[in-house]
């Protein structure tokens, strides 16, 4: 796992939390942080959407129903959550891509995405305390 003092976020600084309730990221520790294990690169924090988990429902990733055995509550909208770059790109074309904490999101994120794309779903700052 790559240290969190060494992650960067999209704008080059530390990467900050992304969501602790529910606890996300692909390693459980509340960020979006990846490594070699990380597959999926799940990279983008987003603030889910109905439309964004209907979608993903839709194509095979069921993000809304709880699954106990692995500990995963369920998400719902406004809920936090370290996305695939690629599942958020793919919902992005489809129209229903949901907003990103840019502050959150790992710089990796921009091999698959464009910054200039990201900056259009960006969540303002005051939208971030609820976090």
Same mark, same amino acid.
């Given at each position: 796992?790559?240290?969190?003092?060494?992650?960067?976020?999209?704008?080059?600084?530390?990467?900050?939390?992304?969501?602790?309730?529910?606890?996300?990221?692909?390693?459980?520790?509340?960020?979006?942080?990846?490594?070699?294990?990380?597959?999926?690169?799940? $990279?983008?924090?987003?603030?889910?959407? !109905?439309?964004? @988990? +209907?979608?993903?429902?839709?194509?095979?990733?069921?993000?809304?129903?709880?699954?106990?055995?692995?500990?995963?509550?369920?998400?719902?909208?406004?809920?936090?959550?370290?996305?695939?770059?690629?599942?958020?790109?793919?919902?992005?074309?489809?129209?229903?891509?949901?907003? $990103?904490?840019?502050?959150?999101?790992? !710089?990796?994120? @921009? +091999?698959?995405?464009?910054?200039?794309?990201?900056l259009k779903y960006a969540i303002r700052?005051?939208?971030?305390?609820q976090d």
């Open positions: 796992m790559m240290e969190k003092d060494a992650s960067r976020n999209v704008f080059g600084e530390p990467l900050q939390a992304c969501c602790m309730d529910p606890m996300t990221g692909f390693y459980r520790d509340g960020h979006c942080n990846t490594g070699p294990q990380d597959r999926g690169t799940h $990279v983008v924090c987003a603030r889910m959407t !109905e439309a964004f @988990l +209907q979608f993903t429902k839709a194509r095979g990733n069921d993000l809304s129903t709880p699954v106990p055995m692995y500990n995963f509550p369920g998400l719902k909208p406004g809920d936090g959550w370290c996305l695939c770059a690629l599942r958020w790109k793919e919902a992005h074309k489809a129209g229903v891509a949901p907003p $990103v904490k840019l502050e959150a999101t790992h !710089e990796k994120a @921009l +091999q698959y995405i464009e910054m200039d794309t990201l700052e005051k939208d971030n305390k």
